[in-house]
């Protein structure tokens, strides 16, 4: 069973940073892909960034050149720092680890970007 442990998150002004970390541990399958969505109030959970175990990175497209998404395979823990960010950023941002056949959701971190 693979474990999430999700830090950062919190209020920040707009045009401000934040950090989100992800580390996983467990019985890690060595090709996964690790990544981030987020569920604002009233919307559905949208897919925000993940990278691959061979660094191969994606994001939305409106948070591209605002987000940057890097992971540290030797201790399986994803980093997304957040520039630039803006009120409709604000959500609860979850951590996601996935294989196929395997799931896995972190608890969930609020960022809160206020204008």
């Known amino acids: 069973q693979v474990q999430l442990v999700e830090k950062g998150g919190g209020l920040v002004q707009a045009g401000g940073s934040l950090r989100l970390s992800c580390a996983a541990s467990g019985r890690i399958f060595s090709l996964n892909t690790m990544g981030w969505y987020r569920q604002a109030p009233g919307k559905q959970r949208e897919w925000v960034a993940s990278?691959?175990?061979?660094?191969?990175?994606l994001y939305k497209d409106s948070v591209k050149s605002r987000f940057t998404l890097a992971r540290a395979n030797a201790n399986n823990t994803v980093y997304l720092q957040m520039n630039s960010l803006k009120p409709e950023d604000s959500a609860v941002y979850y951590c996601k680890f996935w294989y196929p056949g395997v799931e896995i959701w972190g608890k969930g971190t609020l960022v809160t970007v206020s204008s």
């Open positions: 990278i691959t175990s061979d660094d191969m990175l």
